[in-house]
């Protein structure tokens, strides 16, 4: 009868395990940097509307208070260009010019 060794305690065996092993890392490095790209797509995409959100807000208001105040309307698409904070401190001047009239 003969006795065959087990794959495993072959030099080949190991090499195939070891393939497998690495195989198996590989694909699931892989599969995590999908999701975590996934994943930050979908947060970016979030952070984009909740920012879009806010500045259409800003906007929305100075124009109502520049229509108020029956002063010119700043365009949308330069106020677009202005950064939330710039918004805010566009808005806060045109509410201290309500206040004052």
Do not use: D, W, Y
Not at 22 to 39: A, H, M, T
Not at 71 to 100: N, V
Request: charged fraction near 35%; glycine fraction near 14%; charge should be positive.
């Amino acid at each position: 009868m003969i006795r065959l060794t087990p794959l495993e305690k072959t030099v080949a065996g190991k090499e195939l395990i070891q393939m497998g092993i690495n195989e198996g890392i590989l694909k699931g490095f892989e599969k995590g940097e999908l999701k975590g790209f996934e994943k930050g797509i979908e947060k970016g995409i979030e952070k984009g509307i909740g920012k879009g959100i806010g500045k259409g807000e800003l906007i929305g208001k100075i124009h109502a208070t520049q229509r108020f105040l029956k002063c010119p309307i700043t365009p949308k698409k330069k106020l677009l260009s202005q950064s939330i904070r710039e918004l805010r401190a566009i808005l806060k001047q045109l509410e201290a010019e309500l206040k004052i009239v």
